[in-house]
């Protein structure tokens, strides 16, 4: 008894000791986040007027040091730019250039000359312009559209000169072709250049890295700011309505935001897009299998489309997963439910564990964590699971499994606590499950071959492994029809988005492609 006590104590530390690890670093992220560590966080944009952004954020686009209605030098504390046009002011002007100063307007009549928009951004030495005489104030203008810059002693730049969009002419939305009324937008007028191939950003700020918002900003100083779409504000199904029969997507989010867009775009297949992706979640294990990385440290815009023009098409597998729920005890009849999965999809601990995240993420405190710190919670609520099984334990016992056409193959289940079917060689942030550590003769796993990869875990403990590189999974079978009889409660997921699942027959068949975008590398 004295034993059983004493390991009681040293576990009942250990959690302790985690426990205020954990919430120590939550109480720090909130006084960060209150005292303006984080600049991006929870700031709206807005339609008419400015968006002013403290000039200590990440920029895509120049901007004035001295305050443009006061002159003065501008502190960082004090000192603001609007995101969209580059127009500086301190905080006890900034008000006073909303109405003096026009931002960049997302639609202009298109029987109007469109000129350019001219911002003062500072002022350069003689030695820069020294074709002007001694003592000119040379001003340094920054037009917000075709990124050009023009030097001028003159104080307000007032120039009739169309503007043509230079440099992202052809993935910017010209306002001229942008058709609104009664405040929607309601369509797009294509451009007659063929290499017009307009981009746009969706980004969701709930994501695990909490860095969509400035995604947001330093996108919409080189776009046309209705490109740059804030998906928790208008979702994809809003935007599907004006959008150009052909363009380029950006998803700036984890695998559930990317899913979304995917989604939506294959409810409108006139429209022809090719999705590239900036890992802003916690796995991303997509973007991870499509060669975009596991996150996103150093943000730079310019960098950021120049690899979207450079990247090779790629087709992805999407697969249709039908739930079909069995008759209670009661004699209620849910009804059938369909999903759509690009990934993976599982029924046991693995989807257990990303319920425990997923509650946990919804909770007030979470809005200030970050990608490290859902890794950290991912851990624990693992070894949580590897002493509290959540129902998983036999799980073998309540599954049936076939495969093939027409269920034709049954599969013989060893003691396991997880089945999970692939599409991708990404699981679990970044696992290549169906490849690891085998050196048996393996098929190889494409992303776009029809087939998804059936593999198994046997418990929490193995997981931990498989992340670790010292184990393997358990091989079923590359197939491209799955059926699965579920008996009882089980956790399940697809894509990452979890749900408690009761007995069900669920269906896994393919439903077409999408079209990706994979970066360039020396090797492609």
């Given at each position: ?34 005292s303006g560590d984080n600049l991006f966080i929870q700031t709206k944009y807005r339609v008419r007027g400015h968006t002013w952004r403290s000039i200590e954020c990440n920029k ?266 069995k008759r209670g005890r009661l004699g209620r009849l849910r009804p059938e439910r369909v999903l759509f999965a690009y990934n993976y999809a599982s029924v046991g601990v693995d ?174």
């Amino acid at each position: 008894m004295n034993t059983i006590a004493s390991i009681n104590h040293i576990n009942f530390n250990y959690y302790f000791l985690i426990g205020g690890l954990f919430l120590s670093y939550l109480v720090y992220r909130i006084f960060c986040s209150l005292s303006g560590d984080n600049l991006f966080i929870q700031t709206k944009y807005r339609v008419r007027g400015h968006t002013w952004r403290s000039i200590e954020c990440n920029k895509s686009i120049p901007y004035n040091i001295y305050c443009t209605v006061c002159g003065k030098l501008m502190l960082p504390v004090v000192g603001l730019f609007c995101e969209c046009c580059a127009v500086s002011a301190c905080k006890k002007c900034h008000r006073e250039l909303d109405k003096k100063f026009r931002c960049k307007q997302i639609t202009w009549p298109c029987e109007k000359p469109f000129c350019h928009l001219w911002v003062n951004v500072g002022s350069v030495s003689r030695s820069t312009a020294d074709h002007h005489e001694e003592g000119e104030n040379i001003k340094k203008y920054f037009c917000s559209w075709c990124q050009r810059t023009k030097l001028t002693q003159e104080n307000v730049l007032c120039d009739t000169e169309e503007c043509d969009f230079f440099k992202y002419r052809d993935i910017i939305i010209p306002p001229t072709s942008v058709r609104i009324e009664k405040g929607k937008i309601i369509s797009i007028k294509p451009q007659s250049d063929n290499d017009w191939e307009p981009l746009i950003i969706f980004a969701n700020r709930k994501s695990g890295s909490n860095r969509s918002d400035e995604v947001l900003s330093i996108f919409r100083g080189l776009l046309n700011p209705l490109q740059i779409i804030d998906i928790s504000l208008m979702g994809p199904e809003q935007v599907i309505r004006w959008l150009p029969d052909r363009c380029k997507i950006l998803v700036a989010g984890g695998d559930g935001t990317v899913a979304w867009v995917l989604n939506t775009l294959h409810s409108a297949p006139h429209i022809k897009a090719s999705v590239g992706i900036l890992p802003m979640g916690t796995g991303n294990d997509l973007a991870r299998a499509l060669g975009w990385g596991a996150g996103c440290s150093n943000l730079n815009a310019h960098s950021i489309i120049s690899s979207l023009k450079q990247a090779k098409l790629q087709i992805l597998d999407r697969w249709k997963i039908t739930i079909r729920p069995k008759r209670g005890r009661l004699g209620r009849l849910r009804p059938e439910r369909v999903l759509f999965a690009y990934n993976y999809a599982s029924v046991g601990v693995d989807a257990q564990v990303a319920l425990d995240f997923h509650r946990a993420r919804s909770q007030f405190l979470y809005r200030y964590a970050s990608r490290y710190l859902n890794y950290l919670a991912y851990a624990l609520l693992g070894v949580g699971r590897a002493l509290d099984d959540g129902g998983c334990g036999g799980l073998e016992r309540r599954l049936r499994v076939r495969v093939g056409p027409h269920a034709a193959r049954a599969l013989a289940l060893p003691p396991l606590q997880a089945l999970v079917v692939l599409n991708i060689p990404s699981w679990g942030a970044g696992v290549d499950l169906w490849s690891l550590g085998s050196e048996d003769d393996v098929g190889e796993q494409y992303v776009d071959d029809g087939k998804l990869e059936v593999v198994g875990v046997s418990s929490s403990f193995h997981i931990a492994r498989l992340q670790c590189g010292l184990a393997e999974p358990y091989r079923f079978t590359q197939t491209s029809h799955v059926q699965i009889e579920l008996e009882g409660s089980c956790a399940m997921q697809v894509d990452g988005e979890p749900w408690m699942q009761g007995s069900a027959t669920i269906f896994v068949e393919p439903a077409g492609q999408s079209t990706m975008l994979r970066p360039h590398t020396n090797n492609t």
